[in-house]
């Protein structure tokens, strides 16, 4: 008999336990939050009402199918070790666990002011905040803000921002004021129905600021491959997606600007010193004396997120050491492959679906069955941590007791 670990349970990891659920192969899905939805729950804005209900129904499908045991609550490499379940001789292990550390923002001193913040507990709060059951950091959304990174996820960064501008303004006035009627509408669209006009709001805005210029921001994908006519039409395609963002949120942009040092006031932080670069082959150079300063009242940092270092598993710098990143293959283990946001960086749906099937793809015929006394021993210690997490092995009445 085959058993395969999976760490974590969001969109790669039910695509690979999917994938080994048709091969009529075991696994064990060990998630850190209650339920296996990830950054569909927590990272993606709450107005994805209907995509999230859809992904929370295929993977709710998968991680109850028989041929899976689920272990909640129950985090790799502080309620278990890596050292503990690498030596009990699974067929193979996947790192499907994504990315939820920010990366660090280059200036670190940045971090010591309060009205700095990073994208996940940021877009956290915005999606949890209005909960009653919400105990969490309260953040406070001021005018005059600044969005540091480039990408969608920086987009919808820059789109919280400036409907909670505007919600601050306008509740008052709308009856049954609703956040994500405006998401789905637009703000100009969603005032005018009211008779308001964003322009009478006062409102300064937010400001994205990218380090390369628009065509390079990862708001579409570019395949490898395609002739130079293609290269060009996807590229006028994220201007274009760009423009219609900006048009439907009012945020603005600044691209080809980079930071290079904060601006500090009577202790509290008021600015960034940026440098203006141009693309020279492909490669960031900066123009001379293009230094200058944003001021700002509010500052958040998009620029990407990272795995949690977990000890045991081998890093390169600040990602996981993968040798082969079709396979996901980690350097210097044995039958243990990443996949997803963990080792993809791409935190979007379609692509961590892509990863997960591709490893599954060049790694199935690679799970070897294991002995009966090492089954017996998997077996022992699922039911182990089932129990400390509380968990009776009933996938939807967990789910409702939510």
């Not at 130079?228 to 219609?244: G, P």
Request: net charge negative; with cysteine.
């Amino acid at each position: 008999m085959k058993v395969v670990l999976i760490i974590g349970g969001a969109v790669s990891g039910s695509t690979a336990a999917k994938k080994l659920i048709d091969a009529g192969i075991r696994s064990v899905v060990i998630e850190q939050n209650r339920m296996p939805y990830g950054k569909i729950e927590d990272g993606l804005p709450r107005w994805h009402d209907k995509q999230r209900s859809g992904e929370y129904d295929k993977i709710d499908e998968i991680i109850s199918n028989e041929l899976v045991q689920y272990v909640p609550l129950t985090k790799l490499g502080e309620d278990i070790s890596f050292d503990e379940v690498f030596s009990m001789g699974w067929s193979c292990i996947y790192f499907a666990n994504g990315a939820w550390k920010d990366r660090p923002f280059p200036i670190k001193e940045i971090e010591n002011y309060e009205n700095f913040h990073y994208q996940n507990p940021y877009v956290y709060w915005f999606n949890h905040y209005h909960e009653d059951s919400y105990k969490g950091r309260q953040i406070d959304v001021v005018d005059n803000a600044l969005v540091i990174g480039g990408g969608l996820a920086s987009i919808d960064v820059c789109k919280i921002t400036q409907m909670e501008l505007v919600k601050q303004k306008v509740q008052s006035k709308i009856k049954n004021f609703d956040i994500v009627e405006m998401e789905h509408k637009g703000i100009p669209k969603y005032l005018s129905e009211h008779n308001l006009d964003y322009n009478d709001l006062g409102i300064k805005g937010t400001t994205l600021i990218y380090r390369r210029n628009i065509d390079n921001m990862p708001i579409t994908t570019i395949p490898d491959g395609l002739d130079k006519e293609m290269v060009e039409k996807r590229k006028m395609a994220r201007r274009k997606v760009l423009s219609n963002m900006q048009d439907k949120y009012l945020f603005n942009v600044l691209e080809c600007t980079q930071p290079i040092d904060i601006v500090v006031e009577n202790e509290k932080l008021i600015g960034i010193k940026t440098i203006t670069n141009k693309i020279v082959d492909g490669n960031l150079v900066q123009k001379e004396n293009s230094e200058k300063i944003i001021n700002a009242d509010l500052f958040i940092s998009s620029i990407g997120s990272l795995p949690e270092p977990i000890k045991g598993v081998p890093m390169s710098g600040a990602t996981y050491d993968i040798v082969d990143h079709d396979s996901g293959k980690f350097n210097e283990l044995e039958k243990v492959h990443g996949m997803g946001n963990a080792i993809t960086g791409q935190g979007n749906i379609k692509a961590s679906r892509v990863s997960a099937k591709t490893v599954g793809d060049l790694t199935i015929d690679l799970i070897n069955d294991i002995d009966d006394k090492i089954i017996t021993n998997i077996d022992n210690k699922v039911k182990e941590w089932q129990a400390k997490s509380s968990y009776n092995g009933d996938y939807f009445s967990w789910k409702e007791k939510k």
